[in-house]
């Protein structure tokens, strides 16, 4: 197969190591076919980013009796990239109470997708 038959269809810059390598989803046929990438973690990070992307979601949640009316939390895993907006409406239907640790899981299972949302900081009570 000619290198014209193929098209880019995606561009994605790996975060995985400092190299930062831009690889190229090329469709061929029916396949997608990666390139541009130096190791296989490179490979490994582009399949999923292209496949399936996942992020942290970091946000905040409001807090009843705390020192601060909002406590910055994050999910403790990667979740799906699509169902981003659908965990940030669940987390802004929740509110909290003082006193709160680092780590603590504030949203057990978040939409069952196994991501917990912890706190990012402590917050006292008032």
Do not use: H, W
Not at 51 to 57: A, S, V
Not at 75 to 99: F, G, H, M, S, Y
């Amino acid at each position: 197969m000619s290198e014209s038959s193929a098209s880019v269809v995606k561009v994605i810059r790996c975060i995985v190591c400092p190299t930062g390598c831009q690889i190229q989803a090329k469709s061929k046929g029916s396949d997608i076919v990666f390139e541009g990438y130096t190791c296989k973690r490179g490979l490994e990070y582009a399949e999923q980013e292209y496949y399936e992307p996942k992020r942290i979601l970091t946000t905040t949640i409001r807090v009843g009796n705390g020192f601060l009316p909002l406590i910055p939390v994050r999910t403790d895993k990667p979740i799906l990239k699509a169902r981003l907006n659908e965990a940030l409406n669940e987390i802004a239907k929740t509110q909290v109470n003082a006193p709160i640790k680092m780590g603590e899981v504030l949203i057990e299972n978040i939409l069952g997708l196994e991501s917990n949302v912890i706190a990012s900081r402590d917050l006292n009570e008032k």
